[in-house]
Structure formats: C-alpha cells, structure tokens
C-alpha cells in the first residue's frame, strides 16, 4: 500500500509562487510515474502535471504550461509542483497520485492512477 501526502498549500497573492511536495511511502516495487491533478469548488477534478520515473518526460495541462513546473526526487520518493505566475483560476485542492498498474497512455488522466493523496489547498487571491 502506498500512502502520499502532499504539502505547501496556503493562501497566496495572485503573480507570485507556491512550491507543493508529496511524499511517498511504501513505496511500490518497480518505476512508477506520478502526477499533480487539481480540483476546484464545484467542478471536476482535473490533470494538472505528470512525470515519469526518471523524470525525462514531463506532462502538462495547457493552462499551467509555461507556469508550472514538475519534478522529482526518487531519492527522497518525493514530488514537487513549483507554480509560478499564480493565478486566481488556480484555485483548488491539489491532488498528488502515483500510476502503478494504470497503463502508460493514461498519465494524464485520472484513470491512470492507482493511489491518491488527501489534497492540499491552494487559494490565489486577486
């Protein structure tokens, strides 16, 4: 079983930037990709980010390519999501998730993934 539990959520001013982490333990056996979904108040929970085990393919959503930035430390079998440029429809709770069994092709849908964390609250004000 694998636990993850994101971090660095909080209540910012619209222009500047957040640096979000997710930690994971118990860590499965084989490379797994990992990714970044969102959901804001009363709407679908939505892709945000992705990023392979060795971190040399990268996935965004068009509405934060150019803002944020994902990676990873598999060192410390953690993630990160450095968001720039924050904007108020950048509210939401960020989700991190881990695609173990899920197939490849779906990294950046919701279906791909097996494990999700608890969320972790971002609120850009304007």
């Known amino acids: 079983q694998v636990q993850l539990v994101e971090s660095g959520g909080r209540l910012v001013q619209a222009g500047t930037s957040l640096r979000l982490s997710c930690a994971a333990s118990g860590r499965p056996g084989g490379r797994y990709s990992m990714g970044w979904f969102r959901q804001a108040p009363g709407k679908g929970r939505e892709f945000v980010a992705a990023?392979?085990?060795?971190?040399?393919?990268?996935y965004y959503a068009d509405s934060v390519k150019g803002r944020f930035s994902i990676s990873r430390d598999n060192a410390k079998n953690t993630m990160y999501l450095q968001m720039n440029s924050l904007k108020p429809e950048d509210t939401a709770v960020y989700f991190c998730s881990v695609q173990v069994y899920g197939p490849p092709d779906a990294i950046t849908a919701e279906r791909g993934y097996d494990y999700w964390g608890q969320g972790t609250q971002v609120i850009v004000s304007s």
């Open positions: 990023i392979t085990w060795s971190g040399s393919s990268t």
